[in-house]
T-cell receptor, first 116, second 110 residues
Framework: GAGVSQTPSNKVTEKGKYVELRCDPI?????LYWYRQSLGQGPEFLIY????????DSGLPNDRFFAVRPEGSVSTLKIQRTERGDSAVYLC??????????????FGPGTRLLVL | GIQVEQSPPDLILQEGANSTLRCNFS?????LQWFHQNPWGQLINLFY???GTKQNGRLSATTVATERYSLLYISSSQTTDSGVYFC????????????FGTGTRLTVIP
């Protein structure tokens, strides 16, 4: 597609449930990033993939959060045993070049997660 | 991580006015981007500008890397310019992700 797409656009779940959020990066972009944005804040980094591998997962808040990118394109962010504090907008971004080379990161529209 | 400060935090303008938004950062960068987050939450790329000056229509940006700041200029503002403007940088030392400032909330009134 022309841009980064994310599904679902909104997700409401109950505390303790498992959720999966999907990201389709721009075609040909090898670098993929997940960020999380809480109300009134700037986005915060969660994880970076270069190809299929998670090159940097230092931003994941705890072991309830996990992400995969098995074929080097689509990525899924998985949250187990959701908590109310996980409520936020989850943003995906992709870039043509690895971050060490600089280059523009393009963001998707985000998934709004609400944990009741 | 690298620190990013944006000013002012809030700005209200009359339509047609000009404005300057500032971004200060604490380390050498290999990436600096300005974004506009619209009322629906979409982050729209404005500029990729780790150094130098760029212009795109009514918007322009300048980054002085040696002095660790960037400026975003908006001229002849329109109501559609309203939203939050973010500066985001990645450090040369730890370049795997963008660090975002807290943003400048711009409101343009007709």
């Amino acid at each position: 597609g022309a841009g980064v797409s994310q599904t679902p656009s909104n997700k409401v779940t109950e505390k303790g449930k498992y959720v999966e959020l999907r990201c389709d990066p721009i075609s040909g972009h090898t670098a993929l990033y997940w960020y999380r944005q809480s109300l009134g804040q700037g986005p915060e980094f969660l994880i970076y993939f270069q190809g299929t591998g998670a090159a940097d997962d230092s931003g994941l808040p705890n072991d309830r959060f996990f992400a995969v990118r098995p074929e080097g394109s689509v990525s899924t962010l998985k949250i187990q045993r959701t908590e109310r504090g996980d409520s936020a907008v989850y943003l995906c971004a992709s870039s043509l070049t690895p971050p060490v080379q600089g280059g523009t990161q393009y963001f998707g529209p985000g998934t709004r997660l609400l944990v009741l | 991580g690298i620190q990013v400060e944006q000013s002012p935090p809030d700005l209200i303008l009359q339509e047609g006015a000009n404005s300057t938004l500032r971004c200060n950062f604490s380390d050498s960068v290999n990436n600096l981007q300005w974004f506009h987050q619209n009322p629906w939450g979409q982050l729209i790329n404005l500029f990729y500008i780790p150094s130098g000056t760029k212009q795109n229509g009514r918007l322009s940006a300048t980054t002085v890397a040696t002095e660790r700041y960037s400026l975003l200029y908006i001229s002849s503002s329109q109501t559609t310019d309203s939203g939050v403007y973010f500066c985001a940088v990645s450090s040369v030392q730890g370049a795997n992700n963008l660090f975002f400032g807290t943003g400048t909330r711009l409101t343009v009134i007709p």
